[in-house]
């Protein structure tokens, strides 16, 4: 049920990454935990997504089972605002400028900007050092990137600071 919550809403999507419970396989377990993933790319989606969720946390299928539904970390998501367009615009012109290429590109993960965006600050995220394969072992970071991916983020401190009318897009 949870898996088919994928594709009801674009950009929801739903995993449960972790499953724990019983102590031994020859014993029926007592308990068990499902650890969910839930991502989307608007509130009202992850709103609903969640209310899905705890719809069928609340139907047990199986006599004297129960299910209960506790959140434990949650960002909202990062959505697009056109002060938040601007300023990928001008981080984007600013990259080309310096040497280098950026896109404007989502990645449903979370981060401090979900945070200040939610607030109402137009917000970037993923402007530092190029790197890959997050929260593995085999994560990376290219270090010839960090000097320009700096400049970058210094050129565009700049120039919001320049730009009256950049510095009330959060207004």
């Known amino acids: 049920a ?3 919550l994928n594709g009801r809403w674009p950009g929801v999507t739903v995993n449960v990454g972790v499953v724990r419970g019983g102590m031994r396989p020859n014993v029926v377990a007592e308990w068990a935990e499902l650890e969910i993933d839930l991502r989307a790319t608007t509130r009202a989606d992850m709103e609903a997504a969640e209310a899905a969720i705890r719809a069928i946390a609340s139907d047990s299928t199986l ?3 129960t299910a209960t539904l506790t959140r434990r970390v949650s960002w909202w ?4 605002t056109p002060a938040t367009a601007t300023l990928a615009k001008m981080a984007i012109e600013l990259a ?3 040497g280098f290429e950026l896109a404007d590109t989502s990645t449903g993960g979370a981060s401090d900007a979900n945070t200040t965006s939610d607030a ?3 917000s970037l995220d993923g402007l530092g050092p190029v790197g890959g394969n997050g929260h593995a072992p085999t994560e990376y ?3 010839d990137s960090i000097v320009p991916r700096t400049t970058l983020l210094a050129a565009l401190l700049l120039s919001v600071s320049r730009e009256p009318s950049l510095r009330a897009l959060s207004g």
């Open 63 to 65: 006599p004297d089972v």
């Open 77 to 80: 998501p990062m959505e697009k």
């Open 2 to 4: 949870l898996a088919a």
């Open 96 to 98: 080309g400028r310096l």
């Open 141 to 143: 970071l290219e270090l």
């Open 120 to 122: 109402g600050a137009p």
